[in-house]
Nanobody, 125 residues
């Protein structure tokens, strides 16, 4: 079992940066695939970024490449998402996701077993 808690969301102006964090508790995240997704009202959850168990591989949504950096610290059971150059269309609830005992990078919602409650990011124009 992996329990996930996101933090770092907030209200920012366009062009600003935010750093989201995800703290995992329960099992160690050493062999856990991690990812970030986002969702706006009435739309499906959308892939943002993902990282594999030892940080040797990562993936980003094509529309967000160049503005994001995903990282993890297995010793601290944390994952982070640095977001730069935020745009109003980045406004969404951002979710942390995990899948145990998997060394791949997961970009699909169905790949993940555990989800956090989400943190709201609002970007004003």
């Amino acid at each position: 079992q992996v329990h996930l808690v996101e933090s770092g969301g907030g209200l920012v102006q366009a062009g600003s940066s935010l750093r989201l964090s995800c703290l995992a508790s329960g099992d160690t995240i050493t062999y856990v695939a991690l990812g970030w997704f986002r969702q706006t009202p009435g739309k499906d959850r959308e892939f943002v970024a993902a990282i594999n168990y030892d940080s040797s591989d990562s993936a980003y949504a094509d529309s967000l490449k160049g503005r994001l950096t995903i990282s993890r610290d297995n010793n601290k059971n944390t994952m982070s998402l640095q977001m730069n150059g935020l745009k109003p269309e980045d406004t969404a609830v951002y979710f942390c996701a995990a899948r145990r005992n998997n060394v791949a990078v997961g970009t699909d919602v169905d790949f993940y077993q555990y989800w956090g409650q989400g943190t709201q990011v609002t970007v004003s124009s």
